[in-house]
């Protein structure tokens, strides 16, 4: 295979050999992995399984204890601006303003990125995510479920490369949820390479196109969505996690 390119076209996202660890605590131990532009990976797994800390690893917010990340051949440096403009990071931790309207919110954030046409862009974001009739209304009136649109906007703003998106569905609604999950598909579009951690199974397997199974930092299960054994993927999920919970 050619270097720099995965079996469907180059490669946008390479971790290699990440290791991430808290004094003798191994949050990620050992993960490798390369993602081709328009994969959406999703990656499940219990609580502790370090999913979070691999994430923040991806994003350029953690650095790791030993391995590295890649973004189209550029090595991880949370620190540069150009990197960063090539990342979008959505927690369930909106990081937007209150007491700003959704457009100022957005406003706010495409000036750091210095971008061009910015109000434009601004409109066609707020469209995209279903508030554009929102623009001016203080996102302190926002539900939580719109507060989470509005925050998905902000990630893909400047049109970023790669999308992280971490817990997305926390503390919504099925309603809620559901709304978000519509908007979320629209990033199947080919363009973006995306990485989602959830513990929403039906959800983010919806999503995927590649699933990964992280149990005590560690991938124990990687595969693309058309290899996944044909049975339940709930049962599925358990079984593995609970065979390397059992050998520990």
Not at 36 to 41: A, D, E
């Amino acid at each position: 295979m050619e270097a720099g390119k995965g079996p469907d076209g180059p490669v946008v996202l390479k971790a290699d050999g990440l290791v991430r660890e808290f004094g003798t605590f191994r949050a990620v131990d050992g993960i490798s992995f390369q993602l081709t532009s328009g994969t959406v990976m999703a990656v499940f797994g219990p609580n502790g399984a370090g999913k979070t800390s691999l994430l923040r690893i991806l994003a350029g917010e953690l650095q790791p204890t030993e391995g590295s990340v890649e973004v189209h051949g550029t090595g991880l440096n949370g620190g540069d601006q150009s990197w960063r403009a090539r990342v979008g990071v959505l927690s369930h931790q909106s990081f937007l303003y209150d007491h700003l309207t959704a457009q100022e919110n957005l406003l706010f954030y495409g000036r750091l990125f210095e971008l061009p046409n910015l109000k434009a862009t601004v409109a066609e974001r707020l469209e995209e995510v279903g508030l554009l009739g929102r623009a001016g209304s203080r996102v302190r009136t926002f539900s939580r479920g719109m507060r989470q649109r509005l925050a998905l906007a902000r990630t893909l703003l400047h049109d970023p490369d790669v999308v992280f998106l971490d817990e997305p569905y926390t503390g919504l609604d099925a309603h809620a949820a559901g709304l978000l999950n519509e908007v979320l598909a629209s990033l199947r579009d080919g363009r973006r390479t995306v990485v989602l951690v959830t513990h929403n199974l039906s959800k983010g397997l919806h999503l995927a196109d590649r699933v990964a199974i992280q149990v005590r930092g560690r991938f124990a299960y990687d595969a693309g969505i058309a290899e996944l054994p044909d049975e339940a993927f709930e049962g599925f999920y358990r079984r593995v996690v609970d065979s390397v919970e059992a050998g520990r």
